[in-house]
């Protein structure tokens, strides 16, 4: 399924996907904050960190949550890097009104580098990876080396 397909069955169900992630989507977890595989890849290993708390903006954060997604930020880029030799870093606020984004919920994306001058095409059609497969992802991922 294609990634605008999937957003608006999100969308229509009126919950954010990112405040409860089934357990069997997390990767890596600690009180305040997770890390999953990309349900819509930007490339292969494509991972993102999220805060449980529903937040639209970094600042709105407290210090503890920060550190808590700042912690998971370097426990992926550790892990990607067992694979790739850099990791880029994207950050998202979630107000779509303001920034055109597509989840109302703040994230970061950690996006492995293969090459030097590779890049995401934003005009590329993203695919939407069924429980499935993203189920599969993070198994495949945890054991990454």
């Known amino acids: ?13 009126g919950e954010c996907p990112f ?14 904050a997770y890390l999953t595989p990309s349900r819509a890849p930007y490339v292969k290993d494509h991972l993102l960190v999220i805060p449980k708390v529903h937040a639209l ?13 700042l912690n998971l930020i370097v426990k992926g880029i ?8 850099a990791v880029a870093i994207e950050y ?12 109302p919920h703040l994230h970061f994306h950690l996006l492995p580098k293969m090459r030097r001058n590779e890049s995401f095409n934003p ?3 993203r695919r939407f990876l069924s429980e499935k497969e993203l189920i599969k992802e993070v198994k495949r991922i945890k054991f990454m080396d």
């Open 123 to 125: 005009g590329s059609k």
């Open 78 to 85: 550790d892990l990607l890097k067992k694979k790739y030799p």
């Open 57 to 69: 903006v970094l600042d709105k954060l407290n210090s503890k949550e920060k550190e808590s997604i």
């Open 19 to 32: 405040c409860i992630p089934p357990k069997n989507f997390i990767i890596f977890e600690n009180p305040k």
């Open 1 to 13: 399924m294609f990634y605008k397909n999937a957003l608006r069955k999100i969308r229509k169900k």
């Open 92 to 103: 998202k606020e979630g107000d779509l009104d303001k920034s055109g984004k597509t989840i």
